[in-house]
């Protein structure tokens, strides 16, 4: 995910002129939705409000903003994209730009602190080479990633994202009973034994939004085996994601199943949040 408190913090820090440009309004059709935003510097943006000669012509103001003590510290800009600047879009954007301030930066940070909570966990086993690929696959995207293995030396120095947090344990499980309802679960450790351990704990749950086992089909079965065998419910098999990936296309290189698996959360998520925001009579009737 885009971090603008921490780019934000480091420009404040050197001296480096900055605006803060956010999508305050947003009618019709429109390339962002309201609270989208980008923070402008002197060389190079961060964050974007839709692209386009929506985000040019607003950068250029924001640098002027900036740089300018002569200009105020706050602007409002009305944009009617179709007959002002010739988008097909057709909406009417209102953006708030602010010159970057100690002020600007509390705010942003609390801002991305309350995001963050609101966040769907992802609790994603091993750092093997799909477990790398996937990590680095879901850094930019709306996820708090937990990235569990009991092997340290396998994280890289660095997490691939500041949503990213390498946990390095020997019980797996616990961290499983702590999830909160509606996590994403993705299985891959170095283990069949411990994949099968891992899944077995998130079935029995039954609240995930997601459980993803890497393997094949023959792999499928042999957990389903072993887990009616233990006394597990038949009937939450098919929840079951095995091969992750696999729904939109097959392939076996890890970026490729990273990218394929990053897909299936974020639909699994659009989906539930959508069935969430639904009144229960709705979500009845469909099911009927």
């Keep these: 995910m885009t971090d ?6 480091g420009m404040l820090q050197r001296g480096e002129p900055a605006a803060l440009v956010t999508v305050a309004e947003a009618r019709g059709s429109t390339p962002r939705e309201p609270g989208a935003r980008m923070l402008v510097g002197a060389d ?53 730009l ?9 705010r942003i940070e609390a801002e991305e602190q309350a995001a963050s909570s ?3 966990r992802v609790l994603l086993f091993g750092a093997g080479h799909v ?15 937990q990235w569990i293995d009991e092997r340290p030396e396998e994280f890289p120095t660095r997490p691939p994202g500041d949503n990213v947090h ?3 344990t020997s019980a797996p499980l616990d961290l499983i009973a702590e999830a909160p309802t509606g996590s994403c679960y993705l299985i891959l450790t170095h283990l069949h034994a411990l994949d099968f351990q891992i899944a077995e704990a998130v079935l029995r749950r039954a609240d995930f939004a997601y459980a993803g086992l890497i393997g094949s089909a023959t792999k499928r079965r042999r957990f389903e085996r072993t887990f009616t065998a233990h006394g597990g419910d038949p009937q939450i098999l098919s929840r079951l994601t095995c ?8 392939d076996k290189r890890p970026t490729v199943i990273a990218a394929l698996v990053a897909a299936e959360l974020l639909i699994t ?10 009144p229960a009579d709705a979500r009845l009737e469909v099911k009927l």
């Excluded at 477990?131 to 990633?145: C, V």
């Design 4 to 9: 603008l408190a921490s780019v934000l913090k």
């Design 131 to 145: 477990g790398k690929a996937i990590a680095t696959a879901l850094a930019p995207l709306p996820f708090d990633i």
């Design 118 to 120: 609101r966040l769907t």
């Design 98 to 106: 602010e010159r970057a301030d100690p002020a600007v930066l509390t």
């Design 44 to 96: 190079a943006t961060v964050g974007t409000i839709g692209g386009g000669r929506l985000e040019w012509d607003a950068i250029s103001r924001a640098r002027m903003l900036a740089s300018d003590p002569a200009q105020p510290t706050e602007a409002t800009i009305e944009v009617p994209l179709g007959p002002a600047i010739g988008q097909c879009c057709g909406g009417h954007v209102t953006l708030r």
């Design 269 to 278: 998520v659009a989906i539930a949040s959508k069935e969430a925001e639904e």
């Design 166 to 168: 390498p946990i390095v």
């Design 243 to 250: 091969p992750i990936g696999s729904a939109l296309h097959r």
